[in-house]
């Protein structure tokens, strides 16, 4: 007779126990019965399936049916039984384990083989175990977009070192000694510095422009390069302020370069990654490191420039139909001043140079209200962007 799943009338521990072990006596015996592969399947529905399975049974006709306070003691007998079954049903699944029913020529080979060795046999020609794939961070793959676009005009990439100098992050880039953005409030200083002069200094760079001055110590012009990376501010976070954000930024030398080629540069890169049909839109702005200094709009790219989306105010252009995407303008002839020495006699050449942030784009392209769930690592959240 094959075994059945009885109702329960006793709840007591002694009773549950007693059931159990009728039902793990059960399961010795089916599965000393299992002699070739397809004995298993029938074996492991009869167990396991998620419908009307032994398994399922004691679910429903046990634990659910169990009185409040036996709840605790039939769950964890149910428990136990579950570990067993799925213990019993695993080691008998064929071709996995030397103990289990082992058919087809390439396993008999390989067992022939392993044996050779006094090992398990495994056969090669099963799948392996699946890990769950990984995804590109969206921030990340933002920046490679980015990027790839300006590879495609010829730029290279360019790194440089997170912890920087007050040298390179703001004297060579034209911050006058007393530039608000020096103050502790805005950046973040390594400690126990102030022995130093304050061109040495240590701080985490608050933006990617010192890898230009860097890049222009080493490379003579003409130049073009994109610096993709990690910078620092002292912003407690919120939904639209990190502590460490991305930007990219990109600088272009040559002999003769204009604000045309500025825009125009500009103009075609926003077009690729955010479409044919995006218009650009310079208004005046102010940088140390540039002179004319502009910011470039573009126009929305999730309203189509109306303000409006679905019948409701765009959020994301605050219904403007306009996006503040960078910061843009010619070098400072000041700024080549300091690299004179190597090549960039500021009355020779000229060139432009325009930044972003990566994590606001990422924010736009992605439709996130919160810049803090791209560093937190959430799986749920990050694997959406895959
Ligand atoms: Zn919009």
């Given at each position: 007779m094959a075994y059945n799943v009885p109702r329960l009338k006793d709840f007591s521990p002694a009773a549950l126990d007693k059931a159990a072990e009728r039902l793990l006596a059960a399961l010795k015996k089916e599965s000393a019965d299992i002699k070739a592969e397809s004995d298993w399947k029938p074996f492991r529905d009869r167990w396991m399936a998620r419908k009307n399975g032994l398994l399922t049974q004691i679910n429903e006709l046990w634990l659910k049916a169990a009185p409040k306070d036996a709840k605790r003691n039939v769950g964890q007998r149910v428990n136990v039984i579950k570990a067993a079954v799925t213990e019993t049903v695993e080691k008998l699944r064929p071709n996995v384990s030397g103990t289990a029913i082992v058919t087809g020529v390439s396993a008999k080979a390989k067992v022939g083989e392993v044996r050779a060795h006094g090992q398990q046999a495994i056969d090669i020609t099963l799948p392996g175990n699946r890990r769950p794939l990984g995804a590109e961070h969206p921030v990340i793959k933002t920046m490679n977009e980015i990027v790839s676009v300006f590879r495609n005009l010829g730029y290279s990439v360019e790194k440089g070192p997170i912890i920087e100098t007050d040298y390179y992050n703001f004297e060579a880039l034209n911050f006058p000694p007393n530039h608000p953005a020096r103050d502790t409030q805005d950046t973040l200083f390594v400690a126990n510095q102030e022995s130093k002069p304050l061109r040495d200094r240590l701080l985490l760079r608050t933006h990617t422009s010192p890898v230009q001055i860097r890049t222009m110590e080493k490379i003579k012009p003409p130049l073009r390069i994109v610096i993709p990376g990690k910078v620092h501010r002292n912003d407690p976070p919120d939904a639209s302020h990190s502590p460490m954000f991305h930007q990219i930024e990109g600088l272009a030398v040559d002999t003769n370069i204009t604000l045309g080629d500025l825009k125009g540069t500009l103009d075609h890169a926003m077009k690729a990654l955010f479409g044919s049909s995006v218009k650009t839109s310079f208004r005046p702005s102010f940088f140390p490191f540039t002179e004319p200094s502009a910011e470039m709009l573009i126009s929305c790219f999730i309203c189509g420039g109306s303000g409006r989306r679905r019948s409701e105010p765009c959020r994301s252009c605050k219904q403007t139909g306009w996006i503040e995407i960078l910061g843009c303008g010619m070098v400072d002839p000041n700024v080549f001043e300091f690299v004179k020495?190597?090549?960039?006699?500021p009355r020779r050449v000229s060139g432009f140079a325009f930044g972003m942030g990566a994590d606001r784009i990422a924010i736009l392209k992605y439709g996130v209200d919160d810049i803090q769930l791209f560093f937190q690592g959430d799986v749920r959240v990050l694997g959406q962007f895959g």
């Amino acid at each position: 007779m094959a075994y059945n799943v009885p109702r329960l009338k006793d709840f007591s521990p002694a009773a549950l126990d007693k059931a159990a072990e009728r039902l793990l006596a059960a399961l010795k015996k089916e599965s000393a019965d299992i002699k070739a592969e397809s004995d298993w399947k029938p074996f492991r529905d009869r167990w396991m399936a998620r419908k009307n399975g032994l398994l399922t049974q004691i679910n429903e006709l046990w634990l659910k049916a169990a009185p409040k306070d036996a709840k605790r003691n039939v769950g964890q007998r149910v428990n136990v039984i579950k570990a067993a079954v799925t213990e019993t049903v695993e080691k008998l699944r064929p071709n996995v384990s030397g103990t289990a029913i082992v058919t087809g020529v390439s396993a008999k080979a390989k067992v022939g083989e392993v044996r050779a060795h006094g090992q398990q046999a495994i056969d090669i020609t099963l799948p392996g175990n699946r890990r769950p794939l990984g995804a590109e961070h969206p921030v990340i793959k933002t920046m490679n977009e980015i990027v790839s676009v300006f590879r495609n005009l010829g730029y290279s990439v360019e790194k440089g070192p997170i912890i920087e100098t007050d040298y390179y992050n703001f004297e060579a880039l034209n911050f006058p000694p007393n530039h608000p953005a020096r103050d502790t409030q805005d950046t973040l200083f390594v400690a126990n510095q102030e022995s130093k002069p304050l061109r040495d200094r240590l701080l985490l760079r608050t933006h990617t422009s010192p890898v230009q001055i860097r890049t222009m110590e080493k490379i003579k012009p003409p130049l073009r390069i994109v610096i993709p990376g990690k910078v620092h501010r002292n912003d407690p976070p919120d939904a639209s302020h990190s502590p460490m954000f991305h930007q990219i930024e990109g600088l272009a030398v040559d002999t003769n370069i204009t604000l045309g080629d500025l825009k125009g540069t500009l103009d075609h890169a926003m077009k690729a990654l955010f479409g044919s049909s995006v218009k650009t839109s310079f208004r005046p702005s102010f940088f140390p490191f540039t002179e004319p200094s502009a910011e470039m709009l573009i126009s929305c790219f999730i309203c189509g420039g109306s303000g409006r989306r679905r019948s409701e105010p765009c959020r994301s252009c605050k219904q403007t139909g306009w996006i503040e995407i960078l910061g843009c303008g010619m070098v400072d002839p000041n700024v080549f001043e300091f690299v004179k020495n190597h090549g960039y006699d500021p009355r020779r050449v000229s060139g432009f140079a325009f930044g972003m942030g990566a994590d606001r784009i990422a924010i736009l392209k992605y439709g996130v209200d919160d810049i803090q769930l791209f560093f937190q690592g959430d799986v749920r959240v990050l694997g959406q962007f895959g």
